[in-house]
């Protein structure tokens, strides 16, 4: 998925995989907070400096279905916009899971 935010972290844009993903309509996205969607936000703000074409956050999107984990990474735009870019590490996750419980197994 991909955001565009603005210098205060709200939603100025965003495609349909995140839309999709957090189960709101684009336009109802649109100037609400992008921290206020991760289970911790905070870990958003704080991290944002760090995640600016440097290294990426793996943190948690707040949906109707429950908590889903993303990778999260950041370039810093003109006029303090932030381009975020993320992917679902649900599968991965699902995938650990499974992994774990055929060790347990043998």
């Not at 100025?12 to 649109?30: H, T």
């Not at 703000?45 to 999260?72: C, Q, Y």
């Not at 590490?89 to 499974?98: G, K, N, P, Q, V």
């Amino acid at each position: 998925f991909v955001v565009l935010l603005d210098s205060d972290g709200r939603i100025e844009g965003a495609n349909d995989a995140l839309s999709d993903r957090l189960g709101v309509p684009p336009d109802e996205l649109r100037g609400t907070s992008f921290a206020d969607r991760l289970v911790d936000g905070q870990t958003f703000r704080d991290a944002l400096g760090e995640m600016i074409d440097d290294r990426p956050l793996v943190a948690a999107f707040r949906t109707p279905s429950g908590d889903v984990p993303v990778e999260l990474k950041a370039s810093s735009l003109v006029r303090g916009r932030i381009l975020a870019v993320g992917r679902d590490l649900s599968r991965a996750r699902d995938l650990e899971e499974a992994l774990e419980t055929e060790r347990k197994r043998n």
